[in-house]
Structures are given as structure tokens and as C-alpha cells.
């Protein structure tokens, strides 16, 4: 979260590396799930908050007061989920009734979403000339040396300005 979110809140688009473990050498399935959860938080956090009267319930304050309860408000359910983020993986439940679920984690969490999905998962089919190119590439890629791949990760190799390529 600490590189996924300034890169979400700079307006960054695109970003890479979701699930890569060891400078992106590994993959996990879980720690992929965990950061598409990740990244919907972040995006959650640029949206920001619309502050006005309807957000702000203003009516329901004046009707409802500061000593009773919103829960049951027809605004809360209206708009409850629309503010705020409910992960799907992150442990929120009380202590007593997750240990009697079995205690799991996130990542036990996100690790079932994984095996859920792969388990379900019929991949389209790809259109034979796409799948052709796709080969050559993924050949071509893989007969490069691995010094090229780390080509541009010396602090020497990595002045782009024009001058200099």
C-alpha cells in the first residue's frame, strides 16, 4: 500500500507487479487477490469524500438528533455502502466469532478466493493467429539473456533524457 497508493493518488492508471513476490521473480495467487483488494481501497481513498447536504444527511441529523441511532435510517442503507469500503479478504468481524470460524487470516481468506476462482476459471479462446504472435513473442522474450532483462536497473542506465539515448 505504501507504492500502490501515492501512484493511485498521482492519477496513475496502469499500475504493474499485483501479486509479485521477490522483486517480481515469484507470483502468488493470494497476494494477487489481496491486491486487487488493495488497489479498490486506494481507489476508495481518491475518490475522496462529496460533502453536501445529502451526504451529510442534514435532514436525517435534524429529524433523528445526536443521541439516537442512524443504523436504521432509510439514508444509511441508501448510502452506507457507496462510502465506505467493505473488504472482502481483511478480518473484521469480532474476535470471538472469527476464532470460532476457524481463526483465518486475510491471506487464508484471499487464498480460498484464489483456489475459488482458478477452480471456475474457463479461460476464452484465443483467436489462432493471436495465439501464433503470442508464442513468437513469449519464445522471443524467452531467449533473451537474463543481463538484458536487468539491462536498465543500474542507476548508469537509467538517465533518459534524450541527450543521452
Known amino acids: 500500500m505504501s507504492t500502490l497508493l501515492p501512484a493511485v493518488l498521482s492519477g496513475v492508471h496502469y499500475i504493474t507487479c499485483a501479486g509479485t513476490l521477490d522483486s517480481s521473480m515469484l507470483e502468488s495467487d493470494a497476494l494477487l487477490v489481496m491486491d ?17 447536504e445529502t451526504t451529510m444527511a442534514m435532514d436525517v441529523v435534524r429529524k433523528v438528533g445526536f443521541s439516537s441511532n442512524y443504523i436504521t435510517e432509510k439514508h444509511t442503507m441508501q ?4 462510502e465506505h469500503y467493505l473488504p472482502r479478504f481483511m478480518v473484521r468481524q469480532p474476535y470471538e466469532s472469527w476464532v ?20 471456475r476459471h474457463q479461460p476464452r479462446q484465443l483467436d489462432p493467429a493471436i495465439a501464433g504472435e503470442l508464442e513468437t513473442y513469449r519464445k522471443q522474450v524467452g531467449e533473451r539473456p537474463m543481463e538484458e532483462l536487468y539491462k536498465y536497473e543500474t542507476p548508469e542506465t537509467q538517465d533518459f533524457r534524450s541527450e543521452n539515448l
Do not use: Q, W
Open 100 to 119: 470460532g470460524e476457524g481463526s483465518k487470516s486475510a491471506m487464508d481468506n484471499a487464498r480460498e478466493k484464489a483456489r475459488d476462482i482458478l477452480a
Open 36 to 52: 486487487d483488494e488493495l488497489a479498490g481501497m486506494a481507489l476508495r481513498v481518491k475518490r475522496g469524500i462529496d460533502v453536501n
Open 79 to 82: 448510502n452506507f455502502r457507496k
